[in-house]
Every structure is written in structure tokens, then in C-alpha cells.
């Protein structure tokens, strides 16, 4: 019997790959599931006296067959990824682009106008709303709509591309334009179709799977400073940290009620990682103190922040952002 295991080995490329790789082209992302029946027909297609059904199709299978297309792919810069969908922990795959200016490559059918209103979306999410105080990660409809137009003092950071932080407002204004904001909405609009951005039920969009695939070698050197040179120097700004569980970014999940630890989970690693463990006998992996998992990353930071400025008052934020 000719099993699909004697070409399990991720090193011989056929037609079975070949469709693998065009039904990844005409979808970008998949998840597990939606893989499933689509492996099947592939399979089956290949070797007809065999049928596979979608629930013959496992995990190990679809790991080797991604291995195998990307064998061959990697030259072009391109690479099937595969991610747990930190809302529903659903295995999400996705043919992502891994050249290291990969925000231009997504954005390949937007205009230089329309890809610096998404580099002021992601400044937004990973900046303006990702203080130590309030983690968010997230923009509300309202705020990304807003974000059409070029904020005033905030000009030359917009034009600015990840690394030409220094340049004049003078210059920025002469290359960066706002954009309307029926074309703000048409580019959230395709990014979600996309799924680039996801929107939640509370009106935030976030970065869904794909884009965190994508984009994190990109988030991880915009957004978080280089390691210090010296002792001397200020203890950089982390502001995009990984699971103590998976080791994948966390931009929705828990973190650590000591502000200066740096310890961040997604729920369920949390959940797994504190299995058995009972109120006071829980306690943080790094700095050891108790562990109640209520300090959130995500959109819920937001709601939990607005509650502590009217409780604590404005002092605590005063001091924070002072840092
Ligand atoms: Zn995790
Ligand atoms: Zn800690």
C-alpha cells in the first residue's frame, strides 16, 4: 500500500503540494479545521484508489506536507506558519511573506498614503495604547477612524518609516497626506477581510494571527528598544513580550500585577501553567509575587485602566507615563 507516509518526509515535492500551496494563495489563512477537507480532496485527488475523508487528516500529516512546500518556497521568501489563535486557541496556518520589510509586502495593494495610515494604526495599538500602565494592544473603531487624518504634532512620527525617527516635520509634510475617511474605512474594511486586523465585539481591532505571524520579527524591532549597551543606560522599552508559556507574542492575555516584571501569558498557557495551583500557592514564575491573574493585556487593560483612574485617581497615571 502506498501510504501518504513514503513521501512524509518533506523532501518530495508533488502535485499534492502544489495544490496545498495554491489553495494557501488563494486563501492566505486557514485554520486547522478548515485545512482538514481540503487536504483530504488533495489527497484523495493524488491517489485515487485511497480516499481520505477530513477527519483522516491529522496534524502530523498537514505538518509534513507544510514541510515540504516550504522547502521549497523558502527561497522566495515565503513560508507556511502555523499559530494558536490567542482568543480561541484554534491552530491557524498562514502563508506569510519573511522578508524583514514585510509591512510593505502586505500592504502591496495599498497606496504609500493608505500604508502610512497603517503604520499610524499599529503606532496606535503598540505605542499610544501600550503604556506599562495599560498594555492594550488594540485601537477602537472611533480612534482608527480618527487616525485618517495626520494628527498635527505627531506629523514627522507618521512620515517617519521604523528607523528615520530624526526627520524634520518640514519633510514629513511634503510626503505624507491624511486620507479620507471613507478610505480609512475601506483599508480597515480590507484589512479584516484579509485577516490582517480582527474587530471584537467591543469595537477594537487588534492584530489577528495572521498579521502576528507575519509581522512579529517587524513589531519586535519597531517597537521594543534594543538591549542596553552598558549599565549605565537606561533599561530599554520592552513594549511586545512573549508567552512565559509558548514563547509566541502575547497582544491579549495576562500579565504579571507587578508593573516592572515582564512576565506575560496568554490565558490558557496560564490556565496550564497554574493547573492544580490554589489561591495564595500561585506565584509568578519571575519576581514570585502572588499570581491572581486579573491584570490584563488587550482590550480588557482598557477596561480595567479606565476603573483604576477613577478609583486611585490621576496621580498613578501621572507617574507612570512620566517614565
Ligand atoms: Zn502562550
Ligand atoms: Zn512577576
Redesign the pocket.
Do not use: A, L, S, T
Given at each position: 500500500m502506498s501510504g501518504y507516509h513514503d513521501r512524509g518526509d518533506g523532501g518530495n515535492y508533488d502535485h499534492s503540494h502544489r495544490a496545498l500551496l495554491q489553495a494557501f494563495m488563494s486563501r492566505s489563512v486557514m485554520t486547522f479545521d478548515e485545512m482538514k477537507p481540503i487536504v483530504a480532496e488533495i489527497l484523495t485527488a493524488h491517489e485515487p484508489d485511497r480516499t481520505r475523508l477530513a477527519n483522516d487528516i491529522t496534524q502530523p500529516i498537514v505538518t509534513s506536507m507544510v514541510q515540504a512546500v516550504n522547502a521549497k518556497i523558502g527561497a522566495l521568501d515565503f513560508e507556511i506558519r502555523s499559530a494558536i489563535n490567542q482568543n480561541d486557541r484554534t491552530l491557524t496556518y498562514a502563508l506569510v511573506n519573511t522578508t524583514s520589510d514585510a509591512l510593505t509586502q502586505i500592504a502591496t495593494t495599498f497606496s504609500p498614503d493608505e500604508i502610512a495610515y497603517i503604520k499610524r494604526l499599529l503606532d496606535c495599538m503598540f505605542e499610544t495604547n501600550n503604556k506599562n500602565i495599560r498594555e492594550v494592544m488594540a485601537v477602537k473603531h472611533m480612534t482608527a477612524t480618527q487616525l485618517a487624518k495626520i494628527p498635527r504634532n505627531r506629523q514627522s512620527q507618521a512620515a517617519a518609516d521604523s528607523d528615520g525617527e530624526g526627520e524634520s516635520n518640514a519633510q514629513a509634510e511634503s510626503t505624507v497626506k491624511g486620507i479620507t475617511i471613507n478610505d480609512a474605512d475601506k483599508v480597515l474594511q480590507h484589512l479584516e477581510v484579509e485577516a490582517f486586523f480582527q474587530r471584537s465585539p467591543q469595537n477594537y481591532y487588534s492584530l489577528a494571527p495572521r498579521a502576528l505571524m507575519e509581522l512579529r520579527a517587524w513589531l519586535k524591532e519597531t517597537y521594543n528598544d534594543p538591549p542596553a549597551e552598558d549599565e549605565d543606560d537606561h533599561e530599554p522599552t520592552i513594549r511586545i513580550r512573549d508567552c512565559e508559556g509558548c514563547r509566541e507574542i502575547v497582544t491579549m492575555g495576562l500579565r504579571?500585577?507587578?508593573k516592572e516584571?515582564?512576565?506575560r501569558w496568554h490565558d490558557f498557557c496560564a490556565v496550564q501553567y497554574f493547573r492544580g495551583q490554589q489561591g495564595s500557592a500561585k506565584k509568578?514564575?519571575?519576581?514570585?509575587?502572588n499570581w491572581d491573574g486579573s491584570t490584563f493585556v488587550g482590550e480588557r487593560a482598557d477596561e480595567t485602566g479606565s476603573r483604576r483612574r477613577t478609583t486611585n485617581g490621576r496621580s498613578q497615571l501621572m507617574n507612570e507615563e512620566d517614565e
Open positions: 504579571c500585577d507587578n516584571c515582564g512576565v509568578c514564575p519571575k519576581c514570585k509575587n
